[in-house]
């Protein structure tokens, strides 16, 4: 039995969202999935002890505030399928899950395109302070039309303005929280009358090309001050973004030479922004369907396969891509000449796909693909199978863990905290308790709050005030 030395053990973060199906379109029809029950308290307060149960570093919450209409220049596919719609708010979710948990972590997707960030930072640190320093932040720029134009635009931004815009959308966010307020600004001195030291509350003067933001911060130091930041975005300019503003990073890629070469170049990324190799966590999205034998778990797979809804995969793949896959025949592939506003790291992952021939995949073989789990690998087996599988991924590629995407929900994650967890712990690979702390803390064992080394932390209050 290879052993994993405790200094690099799997980290898992549960991927969900407040929808039906998510991922897996189609298999919300699978009499054991419980996803459309997304409306209800319940659902997350179970989910959530679950997760805690298999000592998962979180769960993270992906969002979209549109429709996938590119396929077919429609959201009808989209309707009849379920695919990510309807679709409800997380940060709703955060504060009932959070009740019934004592350590994990919340990751919340949230848009830096359409709300202001001068009352997002404020829920960012409510949450923060709602849940002892147990919440994230997934930074994404958006890449639906539907979005766009229901916020009054006719389309999104160019792909790298996006990412112009974001930089100076986290600028405020760090100046907010960690730029503002004293540590002891808060006195509460009660012969005094005194709450708050006004001298240890300071303005931002924030006045930029996107955003003008000249006062404090309303609320008050929370325990991480700024919530841990997630990241997805693969393109050059995306991890150009990751390597300075990231602390965790989510991974899209169907095989281990692909997943190798992307965490490699998000870690030179990282270090050459003049932060550690590795100060960013990086998860790989992946998909496990297991059970107590071999035998059992790929007769689920053979049975979740059979729910799946190609159609509702293909419109979920190319609003990804930001290309209309109904303009393809079935056996067609994806040319070199796509040009794509949307996910352009999906464009690419697309196009190099391929099957154990070395042949590119057909449109065909990529719904397929994505029926079942998303984009992400497939791994299915009984937990001693699943959990040697896992170990080789992150032998081979340098990953730190993985974003576990279900079929079936709650099933999914019950089979893995059932069967692979316990096998991971036996060799040493996974954790068999939580680390002290904040969310910030259990990730990396520095502190609450971010390091000196970090961007935001460049706009801590001493910089600011010497600068004022």
């Known amino acids: 039995m290879t052993l994993v030395p405790a200094a690099r053990q799997i980290r898992f973060n549960a991927f ?3 929808c039906v199906g998510h991922q897996s379109p189609g298999l919300w029809r699978h009499p054991q999935d419980k996803s459309a029950d997304y409306k209800t308290i319940g659902y997350w307060t179970h989910l959530a002890k679950v997760l805690e149960e298999g000592l998962f570093d979180g769960l993270f919450i992906a969002d979209v505030l549109g429709t996938y209409d590119v396929f077919g220049g429609s959201n009808e596919v989209t309707l009849r399928a379920g695919t990510q719609v309807p679709v409800n708010d997380p940060f709703m979710l955060v504060s009932a899950m959070a009740a019934v948990t004592e350590n994990l972590g919340f990751g919340l997707t949230a848009g830096t395109a359409y709300e202001h960030p001068y009352p997002f930072a404020r829920r960012l640190a409510t949450l923060d302070h709602l849940t002892n320093g147990r919440v994230g932040w997934n930074v994404v720029t958006g ?7 229901n916020m009054g635009q006719t389309d999104q931004m160019e792909h790298d303005e996006r990412y112009a815009h ?4 986290l600028e405020v966010v760090y100046k907010l ?7 002891d600004a808060v006195v509460k001195d009660r012969e005094a009358g005194i709450f708050v030291d006004p001298a240890k509350v300071h303005e931002i003067g924030h006045e930029g090309k996107y ?4 006062g404090i911060a309303i609320t008050e130091p929370s325990p991480q001050r700024t919530p841990v930041i997630f990241q997805a975005g693969a ?11 990231a602390e965790a990073v989510f991974v899209t890629c169907p095989t281990k030479e692909m997943l190798a070469a992307s965490v490699k170049k998000i870690r030179d990324a990282v270090e050459a922004a003049g932060r550690g190799r590795y100060d960013v966590r990086i998860y790989a999205m992946q998909t496990v369907v297991t059970g107590p034998d071999s035998a059992t778990a790929q007769a689920k797979f053979e049975d979740y396969k059979s729910y799946a809804d190609v159609n509702g995969a293909l419109a979920l793949i190319s609003g990804w891509m930001g290309v209309d896959l109904s303009s393809y025949g079935p056996d067609d592939v994806i040319g070199e000449n796509v040009k794509s506003n949307a996910i352009q790291s999906s464009v690419e992952t697309f196009q190099k796909a391929s099957g154990e021939d070395g042949k590119p995949w057909t449109i065909r073989q990529l719904a397929e693909w994505v029926g079942v789990g998303g984009f992400g690998p497939i791994t299915v087996g009984s937990g001693e199978e699943v959990a040697k599988k896992l170990i080789d991924w992150v032998d081979e590629t340098d990953v ?7 079929a079936i929900t709650p099933g999914t994650f019950e089979d893995i905290v059932e069967f692979v967890v316990p096998e991971l712990q036996k060799r040493g690979a996974y954790p068999t308790k939580y680390a002290e702390g904040t969310l910030r803390n259990k990730l990396f064992g520095k502190g609450d709050r971010l390091p000196e080394q970090h ?7 001493g910089a600011a005030v010497s600068a004022s």
């Open 400 to 406: 730190d863990g993985f974003n576990l995407a279900y």
């Open 177 to 183: 929280l960690e730029g503002s307020w004293e540590e």
């Open 143 to 149: 890449y639906l039309p539907s979005a766009a134009r």
């Open 166 to 169: 974001a930089d100076e959308y």
């Open 16 to 18: 969900d969202m407040n």
């Open 235 to 245: 393109s050059k300019r995306g991890t150009e973004f990751a390597a300075e503003n």
């Open 455 to 461: 961007r935001g932390a460049g706009y801590r209050l």
């Open 211 to 214: 955003f003008k933001v000249p």
